[in-house]
């Protein structure tokens, strides 16, 4: 329920609830929200406005955000590592290209918010570039038609803070930053 909420209304309340859960038992170190991005023009950003604690056990990042106005479509990374477990070390900075996700729980094709829902619902997929460039989240490259991104996420080392030294064991914080896709250059994440 909590993806379906996000990506149709934006609201995250059961999404933080499945959260605790997990972070009850074990699985989840830390959890932050970031801000909206009321007009999503390049150069808009958001930031958390507070850090994300990681640690050993804990080196994986998930994210989600609403594409509003949409059916139900969303954005995000899932299972983000912020370790290179080669080299057993935290990466500095990363800056991922997201793509449009559709959550399979409402009809429609365009920028609207009031759909049919979906029946029977549908599984979580991702836009495809299909056959026509007029689709959303499409471009033609020549005679090739590729999705474009709809955001860049950031994620930059910090030192430990006092909100993670609560955490045992401690580690660094990542500051978490979101901001639309300046390019329609894709880089394979």
């Not at 990681?54 to 479509?73: K, L, T």
């Not at 990374?77 to 477990?85: K, R």
């Amino acid at each position: 329920k909590g993806i379906e909420n996000v990506a149709e209304l934006g609201s995250i309340s059961a999404l933080q609830s499945e959260i605790e859960g997990q972070q009850t038992a074990g699985n989840v170190l830390d959890d932050v929200v970031g801000n909206g991005i009321g007009n999503a023009s390049q150069g808009a950003t958001s930031t958390t406005g507070d850090n994300l604690c990681v640690d050993a056990s804990h080196p994986y990042v998930s994210g989600i955000s609403m594409i509003a106005p949409s059916p139900d479509w969303f954005t995000g990374v899932y299972n983000l590592p912020l370790s290179d477990e080669s080299t057993m070390t935290w990466v500095r900075k990363i800056e991922v290209y997201v793509y449009a996700w559709d959550a399979g729980t409402e009809e429609g094709d365009d920028y609207s918010y009031s759909n049919a829902a979906t029946s029977p619902q549908g599984t979580i997929s991702a836009f495809m570039a299909g056959d026509t460039a007029n689709a959303v989240f499409v471009s033609e490259d020549g005679s090739n038609l590729r999705v474009l991104p709809v955001g860049v996420l950031t994620f930059e080392l910090q030192e430990s803070s006092a909100k993670c030294m609560t955490s045992e064991p401690s580690g660094p914080t990542a500051s978490p930053t979101m901001s639309p896709s300046e390019s329609p250059i894709v880089s394979p994440t």
